[in-house]
C-alpha cells in the first residue's frame, strides 16, 4: 500500500505560480514511477506530468511542457510540481499517482496504482 497526500494548491491569478507537493507514505520503496493527473469539471482526467525514480526521466504533457517542471526525490518520499505561467485552462483539481512497475503508457492513467485525493488549483483571469 502507498499512500499518497497532495498539498499547495489554491488560487492565483493568470500568468503566476504554484508549487503542487505529493507526499507519499506506506511501501514507497515499490513505486516506480510518481506522476499529476488533473481533472477540470465536465473533463476527463488528463495526463499533466511524471517521472521515474531510478532514471530520474520526466515525461510532460504539450499543454504544460516548458511551464511545468516535476522533480522528486530519490528516496520515493515527495514529488512536486513547480506550475509557472499558470493560465485559467490550467483550472483543475490535481491528483498524484503512483505506479509500481514499468511502463511504456506512462501517461494513461489506468496504469497507476496508487492515487491521492487531490488538491485544488484555480487560476483566474
Known amino acids: 500500500q502507498v499512500q499518497l497526500v497532495e498539498s499547495g494548491g489554491g488560487l492565483v491569478q493568470a500568468g503566476g505560480s504554484l508549487r503542487l507537493s505529493c507526499a507519499a507514505s506506506?511501501?514507497?520503496?515499490?513505486?516506480?514511477?510518481m506522476g499529476w493527473f488533473r481533472q477540470a469539471p465536465g473533463k476527463e482526467r488528463e495526463f499533466v506530468a511524471a517521472?521515474?525514480?531510478?532514471?530520474?526521466?520526466?515525461y510532460y504533457a504539450d499543454s504544460v511542457k516548458g511551464r511545468f517542471t516535476i522533480s522528486g526525490d530519490n528516496a520515493k518520499t515527495t514529488v512536486y510540481l513547480q506550475m509557472n505561467s499558470l493560465k485559467p485552462e490550467d483550472t483543475a483539481v490535481y491528483y498524484c499517482?503512483?505506479?509500481?512497475?514499468?511502463?511504456?503508457?506512462?501517461?494513461?492513467?489506468?496504469?497507476?496504482?496508487?492515487w491521492g485525493q487531490g488538491t485544488q488549483v484555480t487560476v483566474s483571469s
Open positions: 506506506g511501501r514507497t520503496f515499490s513505486t516506480y514511477y
Open positions: 517521472v521515474s525514480w531510478s532514471a530520474g526521466d520526466t
Open positions: 499517482a503512483a505506479r509500481d512497475y514499468y511502463t511504456d503508457n506512462v501517461k494513461m492513467s489506468y496504469e497507476y496504482d496508487y
